[in-house]
């Protein structure tokens, strides 16, 4: 029997899996894309990616990964380049992939482009659900009608969509009339032991997008002057003045550090040295920082609790304004029995529901079933 073949499609993935490049801009589906790559390599799969053109080699190969690129981020002209070099290129990657199955996340009209080559080419179709707003028509993250459009289409032409939880699953059915199963994210295991001096209280990772609120941090560390907070995460692009305020802010508050973008394989590093994780954001999906933070015995303090799974398992807290933001960080910063306990469960259920080949063998059973 030949080798299965799977081509993880993901624009963004190469500053994750090139550490060259990891000052560029990525986010979280595209950790969990590279994580989950390398899982299908570790089990036997032949794996392939399609990614943007920084300059590298087409076919270039890395750990094991032959990697496909398409087009330069601002190549071509407006208007025109949606169909070429973008559309064009990405087919001709994903043909060059030749790949059994294909898996995209994320909502948009990269959906519809590899559900379309996948049905023409009698090929297996993943579609990784990203964010709630993915479920819901009108709410998704794009920008033109035209890319939603398309997203839609594609959604509708899957083998498989895994939703993040249940409430992902729900909301699909509820708006789409579509099935949906629940898969757990895959969780990069540490490379250093978590015993380290925490010199960081309060740490916020994220990219900076309106509705992850960062503008809500500075107020946040005038209420907790006694404490340490660091906020790592770059701008999204359109978001620039966004960034560039909560920098100004940050300049005359003494316990806030605004450090900009940082490359993923040395993000963690920060995780390590931090004592509690916080989110601000209005609603996510399921927070690929999450993970970061408990399975480095770090617990989270979040407006959004995806499943009420903070809640339910004890990995944090989950308060309803800034105010009660700031008690809960109080009250855990204060008292380190709670707060050890809280970080030796989250690692405890992180590495036995989490773990990257668990996460990949589990899209396989459902592939054959």
């Not at 290129?89 to 379309?116: E, M, R």
């Not at 601000?280 to 979040?302: C, K, M, Y």
């Not at 030796?344 to 992180?350: D, F, L, P």
Request: charged share 25%.
């Amino acid at each position: 029997m030949s080798q299965k073949k799977i081509c993880f499609v993901g624009l963004d993935n190469y500053p994750v899996l090139n550490p060259d490049k990891g000052d560029e801009l990525f986010g979280g589906e595209s950790v969990q894309q590279t994580l989950l790559a390398k899982a299908f390599r570790d089990i036997g799969y032949d794996v392939s990616m399609v990614v943007k053109d920084h300059g590298q080699p087409q076919g270039e190969v890395i750990e094991g990964i032959k990697v496909w690129k398409t087009f330069k981020e601002h190549e071509g002209v407006p208007v025109f380049r949606f169909v070429y070099p973008r559309m064009t290129s990405v087919v001709a990657a994903l043909k060059k992939a030749d790949a059994d199955i294909y898996y995209q996340s994320c909502a948009g009209s990269l959906t519809g482009i590899v559900a379309n080559y996948c049905i023409r080419n009698n090929k297996k179709f993943i579609f990784r659900l990203a964010h709630d707003s993915d479920c819901i028509p009108g709410e998704q993250l794009i920008n033109l009608w035209r890319d939603k459009k398309i997203y839609e289409y594609g959604l509708r032409r899957t083998t498989l969509i895994a939703a993040q939880g249940v409430k992902q699953v729900e909301l699909l059915k509820q708006h789409y009339l579509l099935e949906s199963i629940p898969v757990n994210m895959a969780v990069q295991l540490p490379e250093k032991k978590s015993d380290v001096d925490k010199t960081i209280d309060i740490l916020w990772v994220n990219n900076y997008r309106d509705f992850k609120r960062p503008e809500l941090v500075p107020d946040l560390a005038k209420l907790l002057p006694q404490f340490k907070i660091t906020m790592i995460g770059g701008p999204v692009p359109g978001n620039e003045a966004l960034f560039d305020e909560v920098k100004k802010q940050s300049n005359a508050i003494d316990n806030l550090t605004v450090t900009g973008a940082i490359p993923y394989h040395t993000v963690n590093d920060f995780f390590i040295k931090s004592k509690i994780f916080i989110n601000t954001s209005d609603w996510e999906g399921f927070p690929n920082s999450f993970l970061q933070a408990w399975i480095r015995g770090v617990p989270i303090v979040s407006f959004f609790d995806p499943d009420n799974l903070i809640a339910k398992r004890q990995l944090g807290a989950v308060p309803k304004n800034l105010a009660a933001m700031a008690d809960d960080l109080k009250r855990l910063l204060t008292d380190d029995v709670t707060r050890q306990a809280m970080a030796m469960s989250a690692q405890e259920y992180v590495l036995e529901n989490y773990a990257p080949i668990n996460v990949a063998r589990h899209y396989e059973t459902l592939l054959m079933s």
